[in-house]
Each structure stands twice: as C-alpha cells, then as structure tokens.
C-alpha cells in the first residue's frame, strides 16, 4: 500500500491529474459560446450528485477532479461569454486566467511582504498605476481585497476612525460606546453593500440622513443637508441599476469647505474615469476622500477582486491595523496593513497582468466599447418594442415593458432560451429588467442575438 504521502508525490510527478484538468478548462473555454449561458433545470439536479456524506475512504484525484467537471460544470454560470448580462458580472481577460493559473501553484499568502514579496510588490505596483490612471491625490494608498463591499467597509473604517479622532476620540481604544457622534448622509440609492458596511460598523439605518435620488438614481443636490466635519457622505459612481453617477464635483466642493469625508463606491463606474469619451462622469473625483472599485467587473478579472483607496494613510493604517508578536512587518508596505484579512489571496496578480496586458490604451478601449455595446444594447430594445428606463451613460440598460406580469414572463423565457440572461430587478415601484455589458468579449452579434430573443419574448407575451 502506497502511503497518501506517496501518492501525492507521485501525482505530482506524473502530471497526470493536472494534464486532466488543462483538457478538461479548455473544453469549458473552447465550448463556451455553445453552451447554456445560465444551467438548465436539468443540469441543476445534476448537482445532487454532491450532497452525499462525508466519505470515510478517500478518492482517487482523478475521480475527484472527474466528478467536478462533468457534473460540477452543469452548475456554472458563463459569465465569461458574451451574452451574460447578469447582476454587474465581469467575464476575465484571458491573460488574467494564464497568470491566475501560474500564481495558483505559487499558492501565496499575501498578508505580508516576507509571506510574499511578488504580491507586496504587485500591490505596490497596481496602488501607484490605478492612483495614476484614476487621477487621485498621490498621497492615496490602496488595500486590495475581495471585492468593492469590503472595499467600502475599509474605507467607512478609515473614515470612522477619522472623524472621531478629529473630535478627541480614539475608537481603537474607547470603542463606539460613547463615541461623539458621526453624521451620515446617504442617498436611497446606495447599493445594498453600503448598508451591511454601515450595520457591520455599528450604525443603524435610522441614524442615516438620508436623501431622496432622482429619476436616474442620483443623489439630488438640492437635498443635501448642510455639512459639517462630523459628516461621512456616501456617494456613488454607478448606480447597479442605471449605471448613474453621483454628482461628485458638487458634493465635494462642498464637503471640502468643512472637512467633511466622501466616500465613492464606484465598484464598475469608477473606471469611466480611465475613457477619455466618459470621464467627463467623473469629474472633480480626486476631490473624495476615499474611493472602492472592483477589478471583476469593468476591467474584467477573475474573481475575486477589488480595490480601496485613500487620501488619508495613517487613518485607514490605524484603523486596520493588526499587532502581535508573530507579525512581522518589513520596511516595505505590507499588505495586511490596508486590509482586515491577515491571510489573504495574492489577487494583486492577476490586478497587475490586466493592466499591464492593456496598458492605458488597452484599458480606455475596454470602457469604452462596454459603453458602445450598451448604447447598441438599448437602441435594439427600443427598436424592438420596448421601454428604456435609464439614460445609458455607461453599461447598463435598464427596460421596461406594458405590465409587471408581462416583464416576469419574459424574464422566464430569456432564462430558459440559454442564449442570454438578464437580471431582474424592480425600478421606481416596476418590474424591469437590467442588463448589465460587463464583458471584453461581447461583440456586434451578441448584442443582435440578444435582441432577438428579446424581441421573440415580446412577440409571445402579447
Ligand atoms: C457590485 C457592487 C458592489 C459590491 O461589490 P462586490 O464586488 O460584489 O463586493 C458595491 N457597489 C456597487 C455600486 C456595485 O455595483
């Protein structure tokens, strides 16, 4: 009997097991536009297969691996081709899969830099570029995480810890529990994440100030309360539904009279700041105080991947920071400083491989075409007999049609074509339907195929 050492060496040695799954990942990427966009109700009772007990005899690698592809894959959803519409879903570049695969053996821990001196420096690398590209303030640090909720919960931390140590008060030491308190002003249109973020830190939905949005989602200037440097204001460039943008140039004007903080969730819009044709969206940006953006989505990395960014270092350090007598740090900067994981993925990698591969120009032709298809997008739907809800100035197409009843029908024959999928959502009190264009690989024909389920859907539901 070989011993389980043995045979993981000998796994090891012979490649089998990993030849197997480099066949098996490109027969997934090589049938990609064939396949189901979203599993069929079939392909999901495959997954039962998986609710067995606990096996108490191993099994064999690739056995393991066999069962994962062939009834695992029924259960994926292909939000790396062209025709997934989905939640904001980004597909991946490929050479962000290729670094991914060769960082996965790496298997890094990318707290530290002695953990992992490639990611410290990858991480290094990506703050000073996406500080360049996005055109903020040099002093911004960033903290690279899993995705733009914890993005803003870092940030919200940073600004916590800010304006109560401005007022005399040492959260880390003292606690929220008697703290002074912090204003926060939000508009009814902040995603769901910036409402976890405030419950995870402590405060509750009725301390909110909160403001009304306009008919596109945006944050109406008129009602703005009067600030104050006690203020944490929370804006947004995207809104998940519209794509709309906050009017961030007068808000902080603003907020920087008094020293208030702004903090912008721009998890897929902030990068309109990177096209020349949309950066007009984003004007005045660098004007924030603390900015959270995704790299799975707009510049479409693999998940899972985002980004926080700072004006205030030592706030955002302080408040994250971690101590013990095993932590050692470098004269470097070390990751886990601008982070609240300790261990952590080296995402960094595949951060740095996207931009690198595309370089400014690359990235600004990415932006921009997600915008070109939407705007194609919307033209098709409008042609075909739909209502356009939202004003398309970025990559999300917000329909309507005659009932709430008509549009859930409609949802469901989308779904069970496997062409496309789109995501529902409710809109101003409608049932509608959002499309989201959050992939490098949608092309012309996408869009026509899209379009013509729509239409087809339409046709049937009259
Ligand atoms: C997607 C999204 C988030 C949450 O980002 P995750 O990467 O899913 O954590 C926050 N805000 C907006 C506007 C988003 O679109």
């Known amino acids: 009997m070989k011993t389980l050492r043995q045979q993981m060496l000998d796994e090891l040695g012979d490649k089998a097991m990993f030849e197997q799954a480099t066949l098996y990942a490109y027969q997934y990427l090589d049938h990609l536009e064939e396949g189901r966009v979203y599993p069929s109700a079939d392909d999901l009772e ?5 609710q067995e007990p606990l096996p108490d005899q191993g099994t064999d690698g690739k056995a393991v691996l066999e069962q994962l592809y062939q009834q695992g894959r029924k ?62 303030p040099p002093e911004t640090i960033a903290g690279f995480v899993s995705g733009t909720s914890m993005a803003n919960l870092c940030a919200l931390t940073a600004a916590r810890y800010h304006l109560l140590q401005r007022q005399g008060w040492d959260i880390n030491e003292k606690g929220l529990a008697g703290a002074p308190p912090i204003r926060i002003i939000a508009h009814e249109q902040v995603h769901a994440s910036i409402r976890k973020t405030l419950a995870l830190l402590g405060f509750g939905q009725q301390q909110v100030e909160w403001i009304p949005s306009d008919e596109q989602g945006r944050l109406v200037l008129d009602s703005l309360p009067v600030l104050d440097e006690t203020c944490m204001v929370l804006l947004q460039a995207g809104n998940a539904n519209t794509g709309a943008f906050d009017p961030i140039s007068n808000v902080c004007t603003l907020a920087n009279k008094v020293g208030a903080w702004v903090h912008i969730d721009g998890a897929f819009g902030l990068w309109a700041a990177a096209s020349k044709k949309l950066q007009y969206l984003t004007t005045d940006l660098a004007q924030a105080s603390s900015w959270a953006v995704d790299g799975h989505k707009t510049l479409n990395t693999p998940y899972d991947s985002g980004i926080v960014l700072c004006r205030h270092p030592d706030a955002m350090m302080t408040a994250l920071q971690a101590s013990g007598e095993y932590i050692i740090y470098s004269d470097k900067k070390d990751p886990l400083l ?28 990415l932006v921009t075409t997600l915008h070109l298809r ?21 990559n999300q197409v917000l329909v309507g049609t005659t009932s709430d009843d008509r549009m859930e029908e409609i949802l469901q024959i989308v779904h069970n074509s496997g062409t496309c999928w ?35 859907a339409l046709a049937t539901t009259e």
């Open 46 to 50: 495959e997954l039962s297969t998986f």
């Open 75 to 136: 259960g994926t959803v292909q939000h790396t081709g062209g025709r997934y519409f989905g939640f904001v879903n980004g597909s991946a570049l490929p050479v962000t899969l290729a670094t991914k695969w060769l960082s996965d053996v790496w298997d890094q821990c990318g707290g530290l830099y002695l953990t992992s001196p490639i990611n410290a420096q990858l991480e290094a690398t990506c703050e000073r570029w996406l500080v360049a590209l996005f055109g903020l």
């Open 338 to 365: 601008t982070t609240p994981e300790l261990s952590k993925r080296a995402r960094a990698i595949e951060l740095w491989a996207a931009m690198k591969y595309l370089g400014r120009k690359g990235i600004d032709e």
């Open 374 to 394: 939407a705007q194609q997008l919307a033209k098709g739907v409008t042609l075909a007999g739909y209502e356009l809800l939202n004003e398309v100035v970025f």
């Open 422 to 456: 789109a995501g529902g959502s409710y809109w101003q009190g409608r049932r509608v339907m959002r499309l989201s264009v959050c992939s490098w690989r949608t092309s012309q024909s996408d869009i026509d195929q899209t379009i013509a389920i729509l239409q087809q």
